[in-house]
Structures are given as structure tokens and as C-alpha cells.
């Protein structure tokens, strides 16, 4: 079984530019997370979908960051534009749907390294 | 506001040795707790604690949970360099939301 896909691994921008990420979680999962992770620290959910809607975007920096899933499969999380302190891992997970301890557990994917200069 | 905390942020110890790690937690609705293992980069999937007094185990690896006390301890017996990694805890609530604490950084040296 394919896992989740995040790409790019790696992004170095300057600050006010923007940026992409994109995911796409493991077949059949309706639920899907973005997470930010500062060094040093854990994830920090940044927007949870269920399918194509919006379950939780409540810590979502909405003025500059911004995050889709069309057709309820892969996902974008943009930034734009980027500060200093966005500068983090990017984590992608997946879980089943929503309902049941079995969506409780969530894969991750491998994260994209994001350095704003 | 839910939360978690894990403890101690880091840890030093030789191979062979047992460690603990402890993760308290308060939030509205628990549902789960979840122990991830963080190694570069993606979290992977240890276990899974829902009843209390219930222990899981994977090889030297064990944890529990005390719902009362609203907390989880992960126990690593005859540790291996192989070991070395965050070691994250989440909980889980009714309304599906997750919360991570900050990881526990677990170093065992040769």
C-alpha cells in the first residue's frame, strides 16, 4: 500500500514570496490533516478535511495561508506571503473516515522542510 | 483549551537500559491516546490506548493508560541506538480532534 505523497521535500524562499505544498494521502482515506511543526515542538494542526470539507481550520493563519482539497482526494496548502517564522515542517497525514477508533490512527507523510530567508 | 504534556523533554541513556516516558493530558472528550515514534521526519504509529489499566505491547515496547489520572506512560525496555527518535503523544477527542504534545527527544548511546 502506497503512503501518504508530499512534495516538494524541500523549499527555500525569501519572505513575501509565496508557496505550495502539496499532498496526496494514502487511497481511500477521507480524512486529512495539515500540520505545522517548529522545532522543537509537535505538530500544530493547521486545517483537517473531511473528503472536500472543512472539519477544523480554527488554528489556521487565514490572512496568508490558505489550503484546498478538490474532489476530496489531494490536497494544496499555500502560503502567501511567507514571514520568518513560517519556517517549519509541513506535515501531511491520513486517516480513515471519521467515525471509529480505526480514524484515530493517522499516517504521515514526509513532510516538506520549508526555510523563509 | 486542550492540552498535553509530555516529560522529559530529552533523555540520555546507554544501551540496555529502560526508559520511561510520560505523557498527561486534559481534554474535553477523551476518546484516545495515540504514541507515535519520529525518526527525520514522518511520525509513525506505535500504539493506540483507549481503556484504562489496559497494557499494550510490541516487543520492548509497553504503554498504559490512567484515565483518572489523565495520563500515559511508554516503557522501552533493553534500549537500542535503533530507539533514538522523538517519541510524540496524542490524544484524541469525541469530536475528532487531535492534540499533540512537544515529544519526548530520547538519545541511547553505544
Known amino acids: 500500500e502506497a503512503g501518504v505523497a508530499q512534495s516538494p521535500r524541500y523549499k527555500i524562499i525569501e519572505k513575501r514570496q509565496s508557496v505550495a505544498f502539496w499532498c496526496n494521502p494514502i487511497?481511500?482515506?477521507?480524512?486529512l490533516y495539515w500540520y505545522q511543526q517548529i522545532l522543537g515542538q509537535g505538530p500544530k494542526l493547521l486545517i483537517q478535511?473531511?473528503?472536500?470539507?472543512?472539519?477544523?481550520d480554527s488554528q489556521l493563519p487565514k490572512d496568508r495561508f490558505s489550503a484546498e482539497r478538490l474532489k476530496g482526494v489531494d490536497s494544496t496548502l499555500k502560503i502567501q506571503p511567507a514571514k520568518l517564522e513560517d519556517s517549519a515542517v509541513y506535515l501531511c497525514?491520513?486517516?480513515?473516515?471519521?467515525?471509529?477508533?480505526?480514524?484515530?490512527?493517522?499516517?504521515f507523510g514526509p513532510g516538506t522542510r520549508l526555510t523563509v530567508l | 483549551e486542550d492540552k498535553v504534556v509530555q516529560s522529559p523533554l530529552s533523555l540520555v541513556v546507554h544501551e540496555g537500559d529502560t526508559v520511561t516516558l510520560n505523557c498527561s493530558y486534559e481534554?474535553?472528550?477523551?476518546?484516545?491516546l495515540l504514541w507515535y515514534k519520529q525518526e527525520k521526519k514522518a511520525p509513525t504509529f506505535l500504539f493506540m490506548l483507549?481503556?484504562?489499566?489496559i497494557e499494550k505491547k510490541s516487543g520492548r515496547l509497553s504503554s498504559i493508560l490512567d484515565k483518572k489520572e489523565l495520563f500515559s506512560i511508554l516503557n522501552i525496555t533493553a534500549t537500542q541506538t535503533g530507539d533514538s527518535a522523538v517519541y510524540l503523544c496524542?490524544?484524541?477527542?469525541?469530536?475528532?480532534?487531535?492534540?499533540f504534545g512537544d515529544g519526548t527527544t530520547l538519545t541511547v548511546k553505544p
Open positions: 481534554v474535553t472528550n477523551f476518546r484516545s
Open positions: 478535511f473531511q473528503n472536500n470539507g472543512v472539519v477544523d
Open positions: 483507549t481503556s484504562s489499566g
Open positions: 487511497s481511500g482515506h477521507a480524512t
Open positions: 496524542a490524544v484524541n477527542t469525541n469530536a475528532g480532534k487531535s492534540t
Open positions: 497525514a491520513s486517516s480513515l473516515d471519521w467515525a471509529g477508533y480505526d480514524s484515530d490512527t493517522q499516517y
